[in-house]
């Protein structure tokens, strides 16, 4: 092999940072920016060759994150357990509380995926905080409790029955068409009362179940 063309480690990162903090920012942009700094003329070819070499440093701080977890023995679910620095950390003799920790979900429908369409790639995203199909899947077929209400293995807290409460509903965003046309129809999202991500799962030919 007899590379012609280089991309400094420092470029790569000061990119991946760009992208952390704004996302709209997109390689072309970066590339040309390269460009007009060294006086060359801006290819299309040159944006590809960043990219794809972007996509192989990405990958080596991937793997080695991941040997670095499995190192400090940071296994399966203890993102979602230390995630949250205030709500994982308790202090010698800390008082108990009744709702020890807050948590929320909601989902959104804007991340919809036409079946079929584009070129898929194959390649497995390693996550600790993607929950993957196949894991959301071995729940498809449970018993849906009725919006508005509560299983009858969970205790209540508190009285807090109100008009408000009694006639809430969940309004249907996904109709039985967009089921059949996406193959993602969205993303639901969990995080701790301090807005800190914990875990995101794709929804599938389904709306928010």
């Not at 992208?19 to 390689?27: E, L």
């Not at 060359?40 to 972007?54: D, G, K, P």
């Not at 701080?61 to 991941?66: G, M, N, P, S």
């Not at 909601?106 to 993957?132: C, T």
């Amino acid at each position: 092999m007899q590379p012609t063309v280089a991309f400094t480690l420092e470029s790569l990162e000061f990119y991946h940072q760009l992208r952390h903090h704004q996302g709209s920012f997109g390689i072309q942009a970066f590339i040309k920016t390269l460009c007009a700094i060294q006086d060359i003329t801006y290819t299309r070819m040159q944006r590809n060759q960043f990219s794809v070499a972007l996509d192989v440093y990405l990958n080596i701080l991937q793997h080695v994150q991941c040997r670095v977890n499995a190192a400090w023995g940071r296994g399966a679910g203890w993102q979602i357990r230390n995630a949250c620095p205030p709500c994982g950390y308790k202090l010698p003799g800390e008082p108990t509380l009744v709702l020890d920790r807050l948590h929320t979900m909601d989902g959104n429908n804007s991340m919809k995926h036409v079946d079929a369409s584009g070129h898929a790639d194959e390649r497995v995203f390693i996550s600790d905080y993607l929950i993957p199909p196949t894991k959301v899947d071995a729940f498809r077929d449970d018993v849906r409790t009725r919006p508005g209400t509560v299983p009858g293995n969970v205790p209540p807290f508190g009285d807090e029955t109100t008009v408000c409460t009694e006639h809430w509903t969940v309004a249907n965003t996904v109709s039985e068409g967009t089921v059949d046309v996406f193959e993602q129809t969205g993303g639901f999202l969990s995080t701790c009362w301090h807005t800190i991500v914990e875990t995101l799962a794709e929804m599938q030919r389904s709306g928010e179940l």
